[in-house]
Each structure stands twice: as C-alpha cells, then as structure tokens.
T-cell receptor
Framework: GAGVSQTPSNKVTEKGKYVELRCDPI?????LYWYRQSLGQGPEFLIY????????DSGLPNDRFFAVRPEGSVSTLKIQRTERGDSAVYLC?????????????FGPGTRLTVL | KQEVTQIPAALSVPEGENLVLNCSFT??????LQWFRQDPGKGLTSLLL?????REQTSGRLNASLDKSSGRSTLYIAASQPGDSATYLC?????????????FGDGTTLTVKP
C-alpha cells in the first residue's frame, strides 16, 4: 500500500500560535514514531506509540508538545505557544511492530517555520 | 545515554569507486541497527537493517556490517554512482528499556562525481 504520509508538507506560523501536524502511517503498522530534525543533524526522537498509547514520550522537549493517536492509526503532534526554536522538520515513521527485524519507514516530513 | 557518531561528516569520491561509511555507538547493548539515506528536503529511505544477532546484511551494491562488541557498523557501497549522492544516516535501537527509542547519528553526506 501507500507509504507514510504527512500533512502539511510546510507550515509557517507566528510565534505564540498553536499548530497541529498529522501523520498517516502505513496501513496495519502498530508502531508510530515522531522525530524532529534540525539542519545538518540526525533525527531526534520525540515520542512513539504502540497502538493507541504513548509507550515512550521521553523525547518531548517540554509540556508545549503533545501527541495523540486515538484510534491506533493516524497521529497528530500538537505544539502550543510555538517558539522560534521549534522551527525544524518534523518526521513521522511507522513499523509493523517492535520485533528486532521490523524496519522503520519514514514519511516526507513537515517543515515547520516559526516567525 | 547512547551516542552515535558518523565520521566523516562529508565525503566526495569519483564515480565507480568503492567506499565505506562508518557508524560508531557508545552502548553496545543494541536491539538492531538501521541504515538510511536522505535526499535533500526529503524523508529517510530505509536501506538495510541488521539485527543484533547478525553480522552483516546485503542489498544489491550495499553491504552493512555490525560489530557490537566494538560498537561499530560500516556501510560498504560498491561501484558508486552519481545517484548514490545523498546523506547516509545510521540509527540504533536499545536492547533494554524502550525498544522504540532510536538514536541517530548526524549522517555522512556523500557526493559521487561523474
């Protein structure tokens, strides 16, 4: 089927605004991951879900960041009171599970710019 | 805390050359290691995954090896082509704790000159 999709592809917002970033994983994939990537760096882990529950949210930088996956498929990353330092590419990935041989497949990312 | 390092940060080679990209990690208790390529402005494309019990994986012109005890992995690219130009990233997942939490290196940017 289709790969991981993310919307929007680009988001420009003003400091202090609220934004939502959406991720549609590969159909049937139970695990879903969010990462943040700054220019010239590798992706930085934010949170991952196994089914509907957040199994590890230790990478979320502060309480302005929150993510949900209410039906175990689509996920939304929510950022409140955005700051200029939140500008980055937000990547989503999914895998068929957490077994040792399960690869992560990435979406194209959402480029967030906070003015 | 796991740290992943990729050296060099950039590499330029003439077309046709064989090359090796390096990935090192500080905690050898890993679940698996995955190599990706990333084209400018794009997401990551999975290349190879090596499970902790494996020593190498091959796909076409790519061969990835894993030496857990020394905390190293290499990605070998044979007969490089201009289309191989991209940034190559490695990521490790921990053997203990939350296995979904991957740690990435900052990548090696490869340029293959025609």
């Amino acid at each position: 089927g289709a790969g991981v999709s993310q919307t929007p592809s680009n988001k420009v917002t003003e400091k202090g605004k609220y934004v939502e970033l959406r991720c549609d994983p590969i159909s049937g994939h139970t695990a879903l991951y969010w990462y943040r990537q700054s220019l010239g760096q590798g992706p930085e882990f934010l949170i991952y879900f196994q089914g509907t529950g957040a199994a590890d949210d230790s990478g979320l930088p502060n309480d302005r960041f929150f993510a949900v996956r209410p039906e175990g498929s689509v996920s939304t990353l929510k950022i409140q009171r955005t700051e200029r330092g939140d500008s980055a590419v937000y990547l989503c990935a999914s895998s068929s599970g957490l077994a040792v041989g399960n690869e992560q497949f990435f979406g194209p990312g959402t480029r967030l710019t906070v003015l | 805390k796991q740290e992943v390092t990729q050296i060099p940060a950039a590499l330029s080679v003439p077309e046709g050359e064989n090359l090796v990209l390096n990935c090192s990690f500080t905690d050898s208790a890993i679940y698996n290691l995955q190599w990706f390529r990333q084209d400018p402005g794009k997401g990551l494309t999975s290349l190879l995954l090596i499970q902790s019990s494996q020593r190498e994986q091959t796909s076409g012109r790519l061969n990835a090896s894993l030496d857990k005890s020394s905390g190293r992995s290499t990605l070998y690219i044979a007969a490089s082509q201009p289309g191989d130009s991209a940034t190559y990233l490695c990521a490790v997942r921990p053997a203990f704790g939350n296995a979904g939490k991957s740690t990435f290196g900052d990548g090696t940017t490869l340029t293959v000159k025609p």
